[in-house]
């Protein structure tokens, strides 16, 4: 799938995907440049038992957990809100509900609650589950990393691994059928369709685990097990501190407010803005979108270079998740803070000079 409009342009258009687009999962092509640069995601998998023997053991000790990981998810079923789950429609629905509501129990300290939690859980997505955790852009200390996992559980987008796993799975099928949020399939699609195809996660969680650099800790498989009960625990401090205004503005409100500002970054960062680096895939950096999601908007900055702490590469693109890091880098919390080298930008510049 192509746009026919120059690369430069800031609107583009979606148009239908041919037989033999290099996109196409027919095809059985994976982007090149993704092939390059994504080592993390692809290698995640291999990474979690590398301390279990060498590589001879590798195989049939990942397809051990791969099974375990299924067999108690198949258990647990009940608290599995993941998105693409029918318990994460029914959660993504009811929360809209819920905002219908917002209007009559409106104050300004719920609505300044909802605002704090807005930030504290939309950072946690930006900072922990996508920079940290999925693409190992830098590193913290456990507590820490734990801290900043836990603030993005109570965005309600899925556990760590559930999350993790989902990224990595776009990042490894960009833009293709394959892609769990393709656009290839619709803005709609892309930015909430695809949480109510049940289907592409089944199909996902028969695939080999991508996730196995987490699921070896203990602590996100306790968040995986027990999920549903965090933003309950979270729901009734906020009833017992102000009452239903509170649970309407900081769960409701706030967790809708959350999922679609995310979700841009899905479906518009595909289809509008412009596209500076040669990714071979429909990426854009988008300003607004930036604005939004303290800086995930530049997108194609970000495809051009998974493995970066820092998507905002001028200094005029804002990024508030990068300013944390580099503050957390000058206090010795962030290290092996990951960044593309001048040699890494020329090599999927349109300008190669």
Same mark, same amino acid.
């Given at each position: 799938?192509?746009?026919? *409009?120059?690369? !430069?342009?800031?609107?583009? /258009?979606?148009?239908?995907? &041919? @037989? ?32 279990? &023997? &060498? ?6 000790? /990942? ?25 994460? %429609? ?14 009559? $129990? ?44 836990? $603030?993005?559980? =109570? ?18 099928? $960009? ?23 049940? !289907? ?45 205004? +509170?649970?309407?503005? &900081? ?7 959350? +999922? ?8 518009? $960062? =595909? ?14 950096? !988008? ?8 800086? @995930? ?8 270079? @998974?493995?970066? %702490?820092? =998507? ?24 092996? *803070? ?16």
């Amino acid at each position: 799938m192509r746009s026919t *409009v120059p690369r !430069n342009s800031s609107i583009w /258009t979606i148009t239908k995907v &041919g @037989e033999n687009h290099p996109f196409n999962s027919r095809s059985g092509e994976i982007h090149a440049i993704s092939k390059r640069l994504s080592f993390i995601v692809r290698a995640a998998a291999a990474t979690l038992d590398s301390d279990d &023997g &060498g590589n001879d053991a590798l195989p049939a000790t /990942t397809e051990r957990r791969r099974r375990r990981s299924v067999f108690w998810v198949g258990k647990l079923k009940c608290l599995d809100m993941a998105p693409g789950s029918p318990e994460g %429609a029914v959660v993504f629905v009811l929360m809209h509900l819920v905002c219908v509501i917002a209007p009559f $129990c409106f104050s300004w300290n719920a609505f300044g609650v909802a605002s704090v939690l807005s930030i504290i859980t939309g950072l946690g997505i930006t900072l922990s589950y996508h920079r940290n955790l999925c693409h190992r852009s830098f590193k913290l200390p456990k507590w820490l990393e734990y801290l900043f996992a836990y $603030c993005a559980v =109570h965005a309600l987008q899925g556990t760590p691994i559930g999350w993790v796993s989902t990224h990595r799975h776009h990042h490894q099928n $960009c833009d293709s059928e394959r892609d769990p949020h393709s656009p290839i399939q619709g803005f709609w699609y892309s930015h909430m369709g695809w949480l109510f195809d049940f !289907n592409s996660i089944n199909e996902r969680r028969e695939m080999p685990s991508n996730v196995g650099d987490l699921e070896k800790q203990f602590f996100y498989r306790f968040i995986q097990f027990t999920y549903v009960i965090h933003p309950i625990v979270l729901a009734t401090l906020l009833y017992a501190i102000g009452g239903f205004p +509170y649970v309407v503005w &900081g769960m409701g409100v706030r967790v809708v407010l959350v +999922y679609h500002i995310t979700f841009l970054v899905n479906s518009a $960062c =595909h289809v509008w803005g412009n596209q500076i680096w040669n990714t071979g895939d429909l990426s854009r950096n !988008n300003w607004l979108v930036a604005l939004l999601t303290f800086g @995930e908007g530049w997108h194609n900055n970000h495809h051009a270079f @998974e493995f970066s %702490a820092r =998507h905002g590469l001028e200094w005029w693109q804002f990024d508030l998740t990068w300013y944390i890091i580099w503050i957390l880098r000058a206090f010795g919390l962030a290290t092996d *803070v990951k960044l593309p080298t001048n040699a890494q930008k020329r090599m999927v510049s349109f300008n190669k000079k």
